[in-house]
């Protein structure tokens, strides 16, 4: 049976009714709706710019952050398959689930995981101690980091 709709449309569905409440909540900082789909959005749009089109393999290894949360929701705003790996998966591993999957981007937690894929994003899930940004700016760091050509 086939959906009515997208995870995407569906969570997007908080967006319109819930526009300014908080849909994340990490580390004492909350997101509001606005701003998580600002980012999702804005992320989907990096993906497409890597060449992350519908029925793409993009592989997420990453703990339970807003950054995974974000990234999930732009691959499937793209229709593209999401290769969900456990956040503490060492490198060889991911490499492995990687090729059995036939991603060919990564987003990571782990430096080891820098240059096993074509398209590598490092990202740095711990905001700093002193940073008052905002969250909408801290989840930025998902649209920063640079890619790595493996």
């Given amino acids: ?10 969570a997007k569905r908080g967006l319109r009714r819930f526009p300014d ?3 994340l909540w990490f580390y004492g900082r909350s997101v509001s709706f606005r701003e998580l789909f600002c980012r999702i959005d804005a992320t989907a749009n990096r993906l497409v710019s890597l060449g992350i089109r519908r029925g793409s393999v993009v592989t997420v290894h990453l703990p339970n952050c807003p950054q995974a949360v974000i990234v999930f929701y732009a691959v499937a705003k793209l229709g593209a398959i999401c290769n969900m790996v456990h956040a503490q998966t060492p490198a060889h591993g ?3 689930l990687m090729a059995f999957a036939e991603s060919k981007c990564l987003f990571s937690h782990l430096p080891e995981c820098v240059g096993i894929a074509e398209k590598t994003v490092l990202i740095n899930i711990m905001p700093k101690t002193s940073d008052k940004g905002s969250m909408c700016e801290w989840v930025a760091l998902v649209l920063t980091m640079e890619c790595s050509d493996g």
Avoid: D, L
């Fill in 1 to 10: 049976m086939t959906p009515e709709t997208s995870v995407y449309e569906f």
């Fill in 94 to 96: 991911v490499k492995e």
């Fill in 21 to 23: 409440k908080t849909a």
